[in-house]
């Protein structure tokens, strides 16, 4: 008999008929936003999960749940599952490393020049049909990014995708903090500086954050690290909401410690502060970082392919990006 499985949020047409052909298939494919308790109610008999990063898997599901053998999130980051929790229980977590790093680097570029440059307000005005009746020679001027300093905060595998575009294709000086210094070699070939972290705020001209969250990354930069930025500079978030402290930032904005800002993630997303949406100088993107059709499918695939190589196996679990592979040694 085919074991029962829960894909959490709308996905593709073959991931789905792959995962059907292997697994009785809960899906959500009108995409409705579940409440945590309408989660659980559909999580309880599954022995496994295709989840996204909108969905809270506590310790309290896991106890609801106690059939659950596989947590497949589509998704880098995981910091919407309690790791420590599922390890505890014997349930397996995985995610969706390296298939999307060049796809969401290419968004925060995409996300800086539109910020800088201003483009979403320049398409706020061209729509409002001002152009015929304003000059707008001395009107939406940006800041350059070709020449200027590119601060990284974060140099993992999107950090470093983001330096080699800053460095190699727009003739910038990079500089990052990170937790660890990176090896020379990384540094050489990213053409990336190591600072600290209070040097980073005050020299770039454009810093973008790409940490991931956790306890300690939270409000990794409020009103202290703004007041440090240049008053010409733009911050980029695509990382996770909760590292910034967004209720600062959209003071910052308001009385111009910074330029302006792009935020692809928001604290209490999907729902914004109502202050940052009256802002003009922010981009607000809804978490699209990873969103182009070749690496979404990427993503489902591989959490697809993690959830079969765990619940269907007929001998030792085989997952390809497991989070907590310690429980695979555990079972050797
Ligand atoms: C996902 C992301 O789209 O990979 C991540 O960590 O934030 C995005 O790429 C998001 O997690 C939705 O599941």
């Known amino acids: ?76 980051g995981y910091n919407n599952i309690d790791v420590a929790a599922c390890t505890a229980r014997g349930v397996l977590v995985t995610n969706t490393p390296d298939v999307l790093t060049e796809t969401t680097a290419d968004f925060g570029f995409a996300l800086l020049m539109a910020t800088a440059r ?50 190699h294709g727009f003739n910038m000086r ?37 940490v991931p969250y956790s306890p300690s990354s939270h409000h990794a930069i409020g009103g202290a690290e703004l007041r440090l930025m240049k008053n010409s500079a733009t911050l980029i978030n695509i990382a996770r909401g909760g590292v910034i402290d967004d209720g600062a930032l959209a003071q910052a904005l308001l009385d111009g410690t910074i330029a302006a800002a792009g935020l692809d993630v928001f604290e209490g997303e999907p729902n914004v502060r109502p202050d940052l949406l009256d802002i003009p100088n922010v981009v ?21 392919d993690n959830l079969a190589a765990i619940c269907n196996s007929t001998g030792k679990p085989a997952p390809l990006t497991a989070v907590n592979a310690e429980l695979l040694q555990q079972t050797e």
């Open 1 to 76: 008999m085919k074991q029962a499985i829960l894909v959490t949020r709308a996905t593709f047409p073959e991931v789905l008929e792959k995962l059907r052909g292997a697994f009785e298939v809960t899906d959500n494919q009108r995409d409705v936003l579940w409440t945590q308790a309408e989660l659980i109610a559909r999580l309880q008999g599954k022995t496994g999960a295709v989840t996204h990063g909108s969905d809270k898997i506590d310790a309290a599901l896991l106890d609801a749940c106690p059939e659950l053998r596989a947590v497949c999130n589509v998704g880098v």
């Open 118 to 167: 201003r483009i979403a307000e320049s398409d706020r005005y061209v729509r409002a049909r001002q152009w015929d009746k304003t000059g707008v020679y001395d009107m939406l001027l940006g800041a350059d990014i070709h020449g200027s300093t590119l601060g990284i905060f974060g140099m993992g595998r999107i950090g470093q995708a983001i330096a080699r575009r800053g460095a």
């Open 174 to 210: 990079v500089i990052y903090h990170n937790r660890s210094r990176l090896s020379a070699d990384i540094e050489r070939e990213c053409k990336a500086g190591y600072v600290d972290k209070e040097s980073l705020f005050r020299q770039a001209d454009h810093l973008i954050v790409v």
């Open 284 to 304: 607000l993107t809804p978490h699209i970082g990873s969103a182009s059709i070749r690496t979404r499918q990427a993503m489902a695939l591989l959490a697809a």
